[in-house]
């Protein structure tokens, strides 16, 4: 009998929770079961996912903002398909491989002119490791700089990088001499270089945890505090790049020119991992700088070609349907309509974002009684009343969302840049109708906020 994957999944549909429970991470099973997302989704097409009755949810995380295009995407099923049947050489260690040259080349034809090299590797956590290393091997310098609440990634590395705490917390001491300054803070960002000791400051030009824009001279001041004190400049547009916020890569938003450019996630298509850096001609040869040299950083799976062939799909589908333009509709119809009810419901402070990276946060109402509803889930866990918002929206309207970070009230949205007026018109009606519900006490949803109170707590006294 062949082997077949189609044959294991008939045998094992429902399975999978007993697997994780059994060999994986068990607790996320417990998350997943407590909070009623443990669904079998049995497949996907596009912005949607379908359980095994049937039923259509619509997916607005994407994959953490890897499907910018949605799931199984056609031409780039295709074109892995084709990279299956032509029998290439693959992962020849001592040899330069076609694709990676050619993703290489449409990749600098978006990004900034001053970039002109890449490097590849596995993923966006690779791709923060990777700058950090030509960072300080290209200045001679050792410390690194990044933001509070930053996410980078979670090898030791880019770790150290990461502004919240709780995914730091047990695993030090950390290995690298970091450290961090509040986001859209210029002030202690020039004291924190004027030593002129810190190889690079790395930064999300969106913060992906609670979605925080900059001012509008905060990064054009960043290039120039970068330059006047010998300090690279990195953009971690791992998440904001390749369309998400309106403009293929974020920082176009303020025409600024770092010195490297990291990028993951949506240049995979979801399919294989794939990362890269971008980068001036300065650091590449800093780095690789002798004949002896040219192996000192890389990844065996790095240029693989379907990881590559996957990144070229990626940026074709992106070009052909215009879905950097509407992923600034998109966003800019989700924004302005949900900003409708601003004033309407004491919970809700606003939404905001760029293009298709958006936040909705809530804030403590006024009256009096909102007011010790409110306090009530605070005191249990900060940031729980977010919960009786995202519980909700996938339970009762089958959209999938998440909190934006921990600790805080915002509920982050990074959905397709695919999605159709019917969507918009699903989500609109969705978040007014459960904001509206969060008002009604008592409600059913105060005893899914009492539940989770309960819940928080126990962990606290555990």
Request: proline share 3%; glycine share 8%; charged share 20%.
């Amino acid at each position: 009998m062949s082997f077949s994957i189609a044959s294991l999944l008939s045998q094992h549909r429902s399975d999978k929770f007993d697997l994780h429970d059994r060999y994986l991470n068990a607790q996320m099973v417990r998350v997943l079961k407590t909070i009623g997302y443990d669904r079998n989704y049995q497949r996907a097409v596009g912005q949607y996912l379908y359980d095994e009755h049937g039923n259509e949810y619509l997916d607005l995380l994407s994959g953490f903002g890897v499907y910018a295009f949605g799931r199984n995407h056609p031409t780039m099923i295709s074109a892995l398909k084709e990279v299956l049947t032509l029998e290439m050489p693959d992962l020849v260690q001592l040899d330069a491989s076609i694709l990676s040259g050619l993703l290489a080349q449409e990749i600098l034809t978006t990004t900034p002119d001053n970039l002109s090299r890449v490097f590849f590797c596995n993923s966006g956590t690779e791709a923060v490791e990777a700058s950090i290393k030509f960072a300080r091997y290209a200045t001679k310098r050792n410390r690194i700089i990044c933001c509070d609440h930053a996410y980078h990634g979670l090898t030791m590395g880019a770790l150290s990088l990461n502004g919240e705490q709780i995914f730091r917390d047990g695993f030090g001491p950390l290995l690298l001499d970091c450290g961090s300054v509040p986001f859209n803070d210029l002030a202690a960002l020039e004291k924190a270089l004027c030593n002129k000791d810190v190889a690079a400051f790395i930064v999300e030009p969106v913060q992906g945890k609670g979605v925080n824009i900059p001012d509008d001279n905060y990064l054009p001041e960043v290039e120039r505090l970068c330059k006047q004190y010998g300090t690279l400049f990195v953009a971690d547009e791992i998440q904001t790049g390749i369309g998400r916020t309106g403009k293929f890569w974020a920082i176009e938003h303020w025409q600024v020119k770092p010195d490297m450019i990291c990028m993951a996630k949506a240049l995979s298509g979801g399919f294989v991992p794939v990362g890269a850096v971008a980068m001036t001609q300065k650091i590449m040869d800093s780095v690789f700088n002798r004949m002896d040299r040219a192996v000192v950083h890389g990844s065996t799976f790095s240029k693989n070609n379907m990881a590559m062939a996957a990144g070229l799909a990626s940026l074709e589908i992106i070009k052909t349907q215009k879905l950097v333009e509407n992923s600034a509709r998109i966003g800019s119809e989700i924004v302005n309509r949900l900003n409708v009810v601003k004033g309407q419901f004491e919970f809700f402070k606003e939404a905001r974002g760029k293009g298709s990276m958006i936040a909705v946060e809530f804030k403590s109402p006024s009256s009096l009684s909102l007011k010790a509803a409110w306090m009530m889930l605070e005191t249990a866990n900060k940031g729980l009343f977010c919960q009786m918002i995202t519980i909700p929206l996938f339970k009762e309207h089958r959209i999938l969302t998440q909190v934006a970070g921990h600790g805080m009230n915002v509920v982050k949205l990074l959905p397709p840049l695919i999605l159709q007026q019917r969507d918009l018109d699903h989500i609109i009606a969705a978040f007014n109708k459960t904001i509206a519900d969060t008002h009604q006490i008592p409600g059913s949803i105060w005893e899914l906020g009492k539940n989770l109170a309960t819940h928080a707590l126990k962990a606290k006294a555990g």
